[in-house]
């Protein structure tokens, strides 16, 4: 299987926020910003696999800016780290300035999804070969991370997890 670039996995979704999709602030329900993340994720995630991506968790959501009513919300997604079967799809949300064209960001997330083949059973997913520095970080956190929810979930005895407790040693 030919290993990939996180750049061919690349989605960006743009859309507006409508008065319906908003709270009694007027600012975007996070709720809906979710529901964003995970179709611009689950697009990501099957132009990485080129098959059928099913969201797996959410690992990680940071709501640091309200997103007002009327703003241009730009969702960047893109695979970060492949597994067997699983990938790690890293987001990024940005308010986009109407006059300026300037983007302030205001969310990220960090979901993974598993390909799976038409019955529902997952299948082997192309490795990822970082090219940015970012890229690179992202990339050698992804593994961290996934150490630190096997460990959670009771998957992995916290002894073998060797990249966590490389951070601590």
């Given amino acids: 299987m030919t290993s990939k670039h996180p750049?061919?996995?690349?989605t960006v979704l743009t859309d507006l926020v409508l008065p319906?999709?908003?709270?009694?602030?007027?600012?975007l329900f996070g709720g809906e910003l979710l529901a964003?993340?995970?179709?611009?994720a689950s697009i990501s995630a099957g132009r990485h696999s080129r098959r059928i991506a099913v969201t797996v968790s959410v690992n990680h959501v940071a709501f640091n800016k309200a997103i007002p009513l009327g703003s241009v919300v730009v969702i960047e997604a893109k695979v970060t780290r492949a597994f067997k079967t699983s990938m790690e799809i890293y987001l990024d949300v940005w308010i986009e300035e109407r006059e300026s064209?300037?983007?302030?960001?205001?969310?990220?997330?960090?979901?993974?999804?598993?390909?799976?083949d038409e019955t529902g059973k997952p299948v082997e997913v192309p490795h990822i070969i970082p090219e940015t520095k970012l890229e690179e970080y992202r990339y050698n956190d992804a593994l961290r991370r996934k150490e630190l929810?096997?460990?959670l979930a009771g998957k992995l005895n916290p002894h073998d997890a060797t990249e966590l407790k490389a951070l601590f040693v």
């Fill in 7 to 10: 750049s061919e996995s690349l």
């Fill in 20 to 27: 319906s999709e908003t709270n009694a602030l007027h600012n």
């Fill in 36 to 40: 964003r993340m995970d179709r611009a």
């Fill in 101 to 116: 064209g300037e983007r302030i960001k205001s969310n990220e997330a960090i979901y993974t999804f598993v390909a799976v």
């Fill in 149 to 151: 929810s096997l460990v």
